[in-house]
T-cell receptor, first 113, second 111 residues
Framework: EPEVTQTPSHQVTQMGQEVILRCVPI?????FYWYRQILGQKVEFLVS????????KSEIFDDQFSVERPDGSNFTLKIRSTKLEDSAMYFC???????????FGNGTRLTVT | EDQVTQSPEALRLQEGESSSLNCSYT??????LFWYRQDPGKGPEFLFT???AGEEKEKERLKATLTKKESFLHITAPKPEDSATYLC????????????FGEGTQLTVNP
């Protein structure tokens, strides 16, 4: 069964550094998302992406964050200058159309020290 | 603001002891309610979508039901491998793709 894959599984970075989290969505999906989950808290929406542009973003997704689909298969989340509070699990998800269920990857655990 | 509340926060069952998890929501104009299973250190795994009150979906020992204000995930004769956190989520009223998740119910099934 096709799945969403994310790399790396764990990333440790120092405060102020840039990180890029990578995702390969399911190949015939058209809508892509990033969610995050701070330890012990709810899964929270960050951003949705369709047709090579952001379709929606949350209040969390400020100017420090950006997303890109650099080629036909990858979808990336960049955090320009990481803060301690960015430490979380970051999940990539995709779906075929905006009303069908989201399929999530297994996440990247980001630890900012 | 859309709200999704799950109860209980945690549930311990003996193998074979059936029970139900609750998800209540306040979003008006519901356009689907999703149930996911999340294992430790993994991403949410899709289980069910329910669209209208009265609808039911089943998968192995799990059955999801929906009313106008809440959804139940019934677990019949659970096994230890059913241990996980169960999440429900609804699309925001103004956005079909942006999901609001509940905090989840952490289920432990003891052998």
């Amino acid at each position: 069964e096709p799945e969403v894959t994310q790399t790396p599984s764990h990333q440790v970075t120092q405060m102020g550094q840039e990180v890029i989290l990578r995702c390969v969505p399911i190949s015939n999906h058209l809508y892509f998302y990033w969610y995050r989950q701070i330890l012990g808290q709810k899964v929270e929406f960050l951003v949705s992406f369709y047709n090579n542009e952001i379709s929606e973003k949350s209040e969390i997704f400020d100017d420090q964050f950006s997303v890109e689909r650099p080629d036909g298969s990858n979808f990336t989340l960049k955090i320009r200058s990481t803060k301690l509070e960015d430490s979380a699990m970051y999940f990539c998800a995709s779906n075929r159309d905006s009303n069908s269920p989201l399929h999530f990857g297994n996440g990247t655990r980001l630890t900012v020290t | 603001e859309d709200q999704v509340t799950q109860s209980p926060e945690a549930l311990r069952l003996q193998e074979g002891e059936s029970s139900s998890l609750n998800c209540s929501y306040t979003v008006s104009g519901l356009r689907g309610l999703f149930w996911y299973r999340q294992d430790p250190g993994k991403g949410p795994e899709f289980l069910f979508t329910l669209y209208s009150a009265g609808e039911e979906k089943e998968k192995e020992r799990l059955k999801a039901t929906l009313t106008k204000k809440e959804s139940f995930l019934h677990i019949t004769a659970p096994k230890p491998e059913d241990s996980a956190t169960y999440l429900c989520a609804v699309p925001r009223e103004t956005s079909g793709s942006r999901l609001t998740f509940g905090e989840g119910t952490q289920l432990t099934v003891n052998p």
